[in-house]
């Protein structure tokens, strides 16, 4: 009679000791730590394009920051500190529209990598589950992006809070000075306090010509009439001569690691539809430098909705304060044709904001994931 050995028996399998630990099912929808970092070593030998990320998103800081540092430190009277809450908003918002585009290209290949390079075959062949495939590359592409990002703003930071001049007293807009930390109420009672001031001070009260003959109750009329607006230039001035509070550093912060984290996650979903990585980088680029600012910089009647499903329209309202001073006038910065900071058209909802974010997160996410499990092999 011949005997089997229980060990060998379909369906049974030695139980693992107590130094040992159970291997996944191969098939196993949740990706292993082993695949995950297999594929985090694809994407970071892809030279040539973590390359292109460090440079688009670290050299501008290092660039920009060691000049300054240098002319300071050679002629310090001409020069002011290297630190300045100006030039921290325009750098962070440079990190957040170069650091959109680098995550696409960076989502695109790590979304296109194996049908480029003949492996998805092979992959599909082992057994492994695609989803597991797309879920792995999630990780591996964050933990790429996410530490570069970190490093750049870390320097923005510690150059802004250590090589910036002592926080001023007063706030000057439109040439007048004013008090610091006043409410609407107070900035209100300030400016009808001293009528004609305002009015000769540029501040924007629509009287045209007859500003300098106006009367005291014309001013004081047309105060009350744009105190929104006088009140909105006024904070925005406020944040814009300080520098940025540890608390909202960190708020902005975790907005651009967003920022960042959405593009990549965009690129990886369209780059895995459309199997293209040139195709899948060229349109979200355009998106991203060209449809967004078009769209946000002026309401479509009957559109407007349509409009605020775009990302960039709600990322932009998202925004944090602290990068308010970009701009001028009291808002966030125009960069690249117009880029982020360009929302011209009424806010949404914060429901909305937050639902077209999870949306454009989950949607690009499912689709990338369905397409990996129906393509063909």
Known sequence: MTTTD???????????????????????????????????????KRHGLIITVAVLLVVPTVLIYGLRLLFHAVDPHSYGLAGDPAIFSQLTNLMAEFGFIAAVALGAAAGTTDLSDGMFRHLVITGRSRLALYLARIPAGLAVTV???????????????YESPPPPTSVSMNGLTLPEHLDQAGLQTWLLQRPQQAATSGLPL????AAVTATPAQIRSAIDRDMTSIYADYTGDEIGGSDPADNEMAKIGLWLELEVGIGFL?????????????????????LEIIVTPLLAGAQIPYFINGQRLLIGIAMDQLRPAGLASANSGGGPGQLLFGGHGA???????????????????????????WRMMTRDA
């Open 266 to 286: 965009v690129g990886l979903g369209l780059g895995s539809l459309t199997g293209q990585r040139t195709t899948t980088t060229i349109v979200l680029v355009a």
């Open 147 to 161: 530490p570069i990002v970190a490093l750049a703003f870390a320097m923005n930071c510690l150059v802004t809070s």
């Open 343 to 369: 929302l011209g058209i009424p806010p949404m909802p914060t429901w909305a904001m937050i639902s077209v974010i999870a949306g454009w997160i989950a949607g690009w996410s499912v689709i990338g994931a």
């Open 206 to 209: 629509r009287l045209g010509p």
């Open 6 to 44: 229980p060990s060998l028996s379909k369906g049974r399998s030695e139980a693992p000791g107590p130094g040992r630990r159970a291997a996944p099912a191969i098939g196993a929808w949740l990706p292993t730590w082993d695949l995950i970092t297999t594929k985090n070593l694809e994407i970071r």
